[in-house]
């Protein structure tokens, strides 16, 4: 007897048009698989068109830290609308255009806070100084960028800065003098009578680099020389005037040197002459008092006299 063997096959048959065709099994679960790819990625476009279209739209927009500016300025500047998508918005783009065009905007931070929400963390920049230009003022930032510009009235809670002869102030850009090494020796100075806190400067005067002059609390002239060591001068002025000086002093103080102390001459023997006429030395008739050299106190600049630290 026989024996039979069934053998299997991976074709059947359907009617086509009343014709029987025989059909490939794998054909067809290959075609399966293509449609279920295809029906996922179906889905998976109309999901994304639903998110972009229809899900996290801006709702609330939370700004920090801005003080100068209206927060309708900040939503208009950086181009922020309500109801935008949060997914497509691009906080770099945002940044950046608040930083190029608001002067006080010393730095900004955006991020995104889904579902629906945009947080704008913004620093404002500090006023630190007026320039006098041409009867008019501009004022500065502490990191040395223009904030205003031709302004017709002084500040008078800020110094003054006399001779920088500046060059075509622009909001929001660095200060330049047609002096190259004057806008140097200007932001080294601020910085360093901040540290010293000398917070009674009312003047800055540096027409002539190599000869830089103070006005303390409208009463006193403080002529430093050089901006060499410029940070242990300040300290040393400031231990005479807190330490040395009868309550009410006016006159000028001259830095002498870290051996020669600081000399104190009266309002009396200026009288005649303009501060930055006082020669180094005495004239005859004038009432000078030498004050020997003060270790400033809390000192802690690791400077020593004669090292250089300023330009000239």
């Known amino acids: 007897m026989k024996d039979i063997v069934k053998s299997q096959t991976n074709d059947e048959y359907k009617f086509i048009n009343g014709k029987k065709v025989k059909v490939s099994r794998r054909k067809r679960r290959s075609n399966v698989m293509t449609y279920s790819a295809l029906t996922v990625a179906a889905f998976t476009v109309i999901g994304l068109i639903v998110c972009l279209c229809f899900l996290f739209d801006l709702k609330e927009v939370t700004i920090n830290g801005v003080t100068l500016y209206t927060n309708e300025q900040i939503l208009a500047v ?22 190029d065009t608001l ?10 806070d889904y579902p629906n929400s945009l ?17 008019r003022y501009c004022i500065l930032s502490r990191k040395g960028n223009v904030l205003e510009v031709d302004n017709p009235n002084r500040d008078t809670s800020l110094p003054l800065v006399i001779g920088f002869d500046i060059k075509e102030p622009k909001a929001n850009y660095p200060v330049e003098s047609n002096d190259a090494g004057k806008a140097k020796v200007l932001m080294q100075m601020i910085g360093d009578i901040e540290k010293s806190g ?11 680099r190599t000869d830089l002059y103070l006005k303390y609390d409208g ?33 000028l103080l001259r830095y002498n040197g870290a051996n020669s102390g600081i000399s104190a001459i009266p309002k009396a023997a200026l009288t005649t002459r303009r501060p930055e006429q006082v020669a180094p030395e005495a004239q005859p008739g004038e009432s000078v008092t030498t004050l020997p050299p003060e270790q400033p106190q809390n000192q802690t600049t690791t400077t020593q006299p004669g090292q250089y630290t300023g330009w000239q």
């Open 198 to 208: 000398l917070d009674k400067i009312g003047e800055i005067n540096i027409t002539n």
């Open 78 to 99: 950086g181009g922020v609308t309500k109801g935008s998508n949060l997914i497509r918005t691009n906080t770099d783009i945002i940044e950046q255009r608040l930083l």
């Open 103 to 112: 002067p006080y905007v010393e730095e900004v931070s955006v991020k995104k």
């Open 219 to 251: 009463r006193i002239d403080i002529q430093l020389g050089s901006s060499l060591d410029m940070e242990y001068k300040l300290e040393s002025v400031k231990a005479v005037i807190d330490n040395k000086l009868i309550d009410g002093y006016e006159g």
């Open 119 to 135: 947080i704008i963390e913004i620093k404002e920049a500090e006023k630190c100084a007026e320039i006098e230009n041409a009867g």
